[in-house]
């Protein structure tokens, strides 16, 4: 398999691995019961190192950066890379809030 996950994408999912180990170890939210749910941080922190989405490949969606032609800005992002991120960011705070009502 070829590379296909972006930089942006591979910070995103090391970030997200992080706290979804966290929140298995109870460092987040302990005593919920669904800790083990965290287990699955695994998966984002591996797909990050590896720079490899099983999920991407099978529906052929390439985030990773291609070779520039001579003289393009290597700093030239489209503002639709960021939505995913920023969607999953808004519901994962929408979860936290679930959480804690019914921790509460």
């Known amino acids: 398999m070829s ?6 994408d591979r910070i995103a999912r ?8 966290a929140f298995a170890l109870g460092l987040i939210a302990p005593g919920t019961g669904w800790n083990w749910v965290g287990r699955i941080g695994v998966v984002p922190i591996l797909t990050a190192l590896f720079g490899v ?3 991407y490949a099978r529906s052929g969606f390439r985030r990773a ?3 520039l032609a001579p003289g393009a800005s290597h700093h030239v992002h489209q ?7 920023v969607g999953f960011v ?6 936290r809030d679930a959480v804690r009502h019914m921790v509460a």
């Open 65 to 67: 950066e291609t070779a």
């Open 14 to 21: 090391i970030v997200v691995g992080i706290a979804l180990i």
């Open 53 to 55: 989405c099983p999920a």
């Open 90 to 95: 808004a519901a994962g705070n929408r979860v």
């Open 79 to 85: 503002l639709g890379d960021l939505a995913p991120l």
């Open 3 to 8: 590379i296909n996950v972006g930089t942006l």
